[in-house]
């Protein structure tokens, strides 16, 4: 039996925040394969970058550095109007900001 096809590839995955003069290193050289059927829960604690990881694979938001494909498009290098594209095929709702609540449709918000 052929191998259940992989729909997210992560390869050396990293995303920086600045906040002030100070930058937050929130995912460090991360790899991860994600197959089709695959049932995954995302743990740990809070801060730790579960929302981060999450935003950067639906494309709410943009790596640092490192590699990112979804079904087979490399998410971290497309343009701003095709991962608009992307995301709004893939999302029939209004994304929001888990922090304010605030419509955040192609980058994160800046409430924060
Ligand atoms: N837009 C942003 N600007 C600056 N820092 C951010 C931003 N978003 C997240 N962070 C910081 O990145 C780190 C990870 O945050 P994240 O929200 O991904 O954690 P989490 O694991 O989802 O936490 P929780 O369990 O509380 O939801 C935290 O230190 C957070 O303050
Ligand atoms: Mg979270």
Redesign the pocket.
């Given at each position: 039996m052929s191998e259940k096809k992989v729909l997210v590839r992560i390869r050396g995955l990293a995303k920086d925040?600045k906040?002030g003069v100070e930058t937050?290193h929130?995912l460090e050289k991360l790899d991860l394969d994600i197959r089709e059927g695959d049932f995954l829960a995302l743990m740990?604690p809070?801060?730790?970058?579960?929302?981060?990881l999450l935003n950067l694979i639906g494309g709410l938001d943009r790596p640092s550095s490192g590699t990112l494909e979804v079904a087979g498009q490399r998410v971290d290098s497309m343009g701003d109007g095709a991962l608009a594209r992307t995301t709004s095929a893939s999302s029939s709702r209004c994304t929001t900001c888990c922090r304010c609540s605030r419509p955040s449709a192609t980058s994160?918000c800046r409430c924060?």
């Open positions: 925040y906040r937050v929130v740990g809070s801060g730790s970058g579960k929302s981060t994160s924060c």
